[in-house]
Structures are given as structure tokens and as C-alpha cells.
């Protein structure tokens, strides 16, 4: 089990490196846990904890879902926003 920071790290990074999607263009489901792996964390998800399946629509057609911890989509969710900030920030619009 990571500690939060760790798991923090591990979802910049896999953001960073195309792994992760970022938090745009889903939709979310929650349910009891089934032990599939966070896609955040890699820790199984069990039956005593809350799952929340990220469902994203893509341009092509096929929807990939995601599951993950509340923990760790909370954490996903503050790192994914603060990218796109800094992102939108620094790209200068020339319209
Ligand atoms: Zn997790």
C-alpha cells in the first residue's frame, strides 16, 4: 500500500507519460469494490471499499473504463486540473 504521496507521484508521472488520461470528457459510476486494480495506484480494489469506475468517451468510438479508489480519483482528479491550468496558462492564444 502507498502512502499518498507516493501515490500522488505515481499518477503525475503516468499522466506525464500518456498512462493516465486526464480529467476531461468522462463519466462516473460508483459501486462496491470487486478486486480489479486501481488504474492509479495498482492496489486491488476490495469488497470493503467504494469503486468508482471512470468512463471515457474517446473521438474514436471505443470508451475505456477506468477503475479506481475514491482516494486516488480525488488525488487524479486535483493533478489532472492542475496540469491543465498550467497548460492553458502557458499556451498564449493568438485569436
Ligand atoms: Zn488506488
Given at each position: 500500500m502507498e502512502t499518498a504521496n507516493q501515490v500522488r507521484q505515481l499518477i503525475q508521472t503516468r499522466i506525464d507519460a500518456g498512462q493516465l488520461p486526464q480529467a476531461k470528457n468522462y463519466e462516473i459510476f460508483g459501486r462496491q469494490g470487486d478486486g480489479l486494480r486501481c488504474?492509479?495506484?495498482?492496489d486491488p480494489i476490495t469488497g470493503q471499499q467504494i469503486e468508482y469506475d471512470l468512463e471515457f468517451c474517446s473521438d474514436m468510438g471505443a470508451a475505456a473504463t477506468l477503475p479506481m479508489h475514491t482516494v486516488c480519483y480525488r488525488a487524479w482528479c486535483e493533478i489532472s486540473y492542475a496540469i491543465q491550468c498550467r497548460e492553458r496558462s502557458a499556451s498564449p492564444s493568438r485569436r
Open positions: 488504474a492509479c495506484c495498482d
